[in-house]
């Protein structure tokens, strides 16, 4: 990511909240598929036990579609027009942008998995289709992802009735697992995620939140990695949280991880998409977990945590992504997992080994819940007073 699209992401981000005082703009949702393989956060293996109602769908509008091979296609200059945006071609027959009078507000490719809105890279279930002579879109990648986060007000049955107040922070790992590591530099990602955490929590309290953790020491929470996950999500059910945040470091193979950098953020994959990593559906893809009943919810909260961790740490943009992980599925509130940075990358993991930057990770995630809880209060304005 480069400088541009941080300047554009802090934009958007204030944007939205000025939007939303105004006259209430903007969010989206995008499709996702399975968890990523070899994630901390294990990907749910089974449909964990729970309702399995569908979850809330219904759109604002109803999209006007085309089935191309049993799928529900939109063409974006459809979007365009709900939204009152403009498109273009950028590279004709290749790029899209859709712009306002501002400027360009997203910008799609053909055969692409990700768009960018605002700036941010932000991914869909199904790449963009080149179909008669104009970029299209599945109908679900509208729904979930694109149309709330362009739009939240139109979204607000979905969404929290008021701004969140407690908030339950998991530090992932702990104990016997470690994480990932960077064994050159000597670090874990479990005590990084604990200090960021502890962090996290102190400046959180400053802002007035009620703060739970998971944990608050070198510890498992259970055994077994599944039951470990479960009871990480089953805190935030205790707490009656309002927001669930699980901070990670990541890694990718040694082949890449000199050219690997960046942050990356996750929330549940819908119902019926594919999650992020994947290109296909899965056991797991036809389920609706608990979490999916906080859809709108989790792609508006996401969206402002992985802003703020782009416009705070000035990193690379790995993308806003869906996955099927364990700690996101059960958690009855909007819950997102942040891959703050990458320990496999030796210049990037030094970093990660300073208190400074550590802490600026805090401050970011702080910044994107702010904004998130700002966005709600802003689509919700507290009720006159009586007289
Ligand atoms: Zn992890």
Not at 27 to 56: D, I
Not at 130 to 139: G, I, N, P
Request: net charge positive; proline share 7%.
């Amino acid at each position: 990511m480069n400088r541009r699209i941080v300047a554009m992401a802090r934009h958007t981000a204030r944007g939205l909240f000025v939007a939303g005082l105004l006259t209430l703009a903007a969010c989206a949702s995008a499709p996702a598929q399975s968890a990523p393989t070899g994630k901390e956060s294990a990907p749910a293996a089974k449909a964990p036990e729970g309702p399995t109602r569908a979850a809330p769908t219904r759109p604002a509008h109803l999209w006007p579609f085309t089935k191309i091979q049993g799928i529900e296609w939109v063409k974006l200059d459809d979007v365009a027009a709900h939204y009152r945006l403009k498109t273009a071609w950028s590279k004709p027959g290749v790029e899209m942008t859709l712009a306002d009078a501002r400027g360009v507000r997203l910008r799609f490719e053909a055969n692409q998995r990700d768009f960018h809105l605002d700036g941010v890279r932000v991914f869909l279930g199904r790449s963009a289709l080149l179909h008669r002579a104009s970029l299209w879109v599945t109908r679900l990648d509208v729904i979930k992802t694109i149309a709330p986060l362009l739009r939240p007000e139109d979204h607000l049955a979905f969404l929290p009735a008021a701004p969140p107040k407690v908030i339950v922070i998991d530090a992932g790992h702990g104990g016997n697992d470690p994480g990932k590591q960077n064994l050159k530099l000597k670090l874990d990602e479990k005590d990084m995620t604990l200090d960021v955490v502890l962090r996290l929590k102190k400046l959180l309290e400053l802002r007035g939140f009620k703060v739970k953790l998971t944990r608050d020491k070198d510890e498992r929470l259970a055994n077994e990695q599944r039951a470990d996950l479960d009871r990480r999500a089953a805190v935030s059910k205790e707490a009656k949280a309002d927001l669930f945040l699980s901070i990670h470091f990541n890694a990718v193979e040694p082949r890449d991880a000199a050219r690997v950098t960046g942050t990356e953020t996750y929330v549940l994959t819908p119902q019926f998409q594919w999650s992020s990593t994947d290109n296909g559906g899965d056991s797991l893809t036809n389920t609706a977990f608990p979490g999916n009943r906080q859809d709108v919810a989790n792609v508006v909260a996401g969206y402002q945590l992985h802003w703020a961790m782009l416009a705070g740490l000035k990193t690379s943009d790995r993308g806003f992504k869906r996955g099927r992980l364990r700690v996101l599925i059960m958690p009855e509130c909007p819950a997102a997992l942040l891959e703050a940075a990458y320990l496999s990358n030796d210049k990037e993991a030094a970093r990660v080994g300073t208190p400074e930057f550590r802490q600026e990770i805090a401050e970011s995630i702080a910044e994107g819940v702010q904004s998130y809880a700002a966005l709600i209060a802003a689509l919700r304005p507290p009720p006159p007073p009586d007289k």
